[in-house]
């Protein structure tokens, strides 16, 4: 069974701090996504990372992409109550035929 | 302009019912999903189609039947509705570019509740 393991499952810290998230797998991935779901919406995409090694920055959110596709990282600073939500990291095994999802991250942002 | 459209948004009704979500994207992706988003919050597939044809087909109870009229419209209809049906159901779409996945656009949930 192809699994995504997401940690922390939960974070709670003040505005300001800097915090990382992971998700990790046995599993190669041909790309991996970041989502961010806010309540009563859908997951929206923040980033897709392709290649091994990859660093993509968006304000102050930085995702990494482990060299060998099979784990990622989601570095932010300074975070703020706007980062509160639930972070979700979703990798393509082949193409789009099989997307695993991670069960998530539910980020709290103390003002 | 919203991208993917879902309606309903919110959807209760009595146990044994059937009914129907709609799902339209204008974004011209080829292929479009249902997803399945429990209580804990995780995201499960249902079904996909590529261009009206299906693609991916989840072990899902077959009182669930989803129907795709053209490739920007993808409908799920539930027949004899359970409480274990009770979830959020997002549809989402994605266009593959070469031979890489880039990920979904979601609609905004339907949270149905059967009671």
């Known amino acids: 069974t192809q699994l995504l393991e997401q940690s922390p499952q939960f974070l709670s810290i003040q505005e300001g701090e800097n915090l990382t998230v992971y998700c990790n797998s046995s599993s190669v991935f041909s790309s991996l996504q970041w989502y961010r779901q806010e309540p009563g919406e859908g997951p929206v995409l923040l980033v897709t990372?392709?290649?091994?090694?990859e660093v993509k920055k968006l304000k102050r959110l930085t995702f990494q992409f482990g060299d060998a596709r099979k784990d990622s990282s989601l570095h932010i600073t300074a975070a703020q109550p706007g980062d509160t939500g639930l972070y979700l990291c979703a990798g393509a095994v082949n193409r789009d035929d099989k997307i695993i999802f991670g069960k998530g991250t539910r980020l709290h942002i103390l003002p | 302009d919203t991208a993917v459209s879902q309606t309903p948004k919110y959807l209760v009704t009595q146990m044994g019912n059937d009914k129907s979500i709609k799902c339209e994207q204008n974004?011209?992706?080829?292929?479009m999903y249902w997803y399945k988003q429990d209580s804990k919050k995780f995201l499960k597939i249902m079904f996909s189609?590529?261009?009206?044809?299906?693609?991916i087909n989840e072990t899902v109870p077959n009182r669930f039947s989803p129907k795709s009229p053209d490739k920007a419209h993808l409908n799920l209809h539930i027949n004899s509705l359970e409480l274990g049906d009770s979830a959020v159901y997002f549809c989402?779409?994605?266009?593959?570019?070469?031979?890489?996945?880039?990920?979904?656009?979601f609609g905004s949930g339907t949270r149905l509740t059967v009671v």
């Open positions: 989402a779409s994605s266009q593959v570019v070469g031979t890489r996945f880039y990920g979904y656009t």
């Open positions: 189609y590529n261009n009206k044809e299906l693609i």
């Open positions: 974004l011209g992706h080829d292929t």
């Open positions: 990372v392709v290649t091994g090694g």
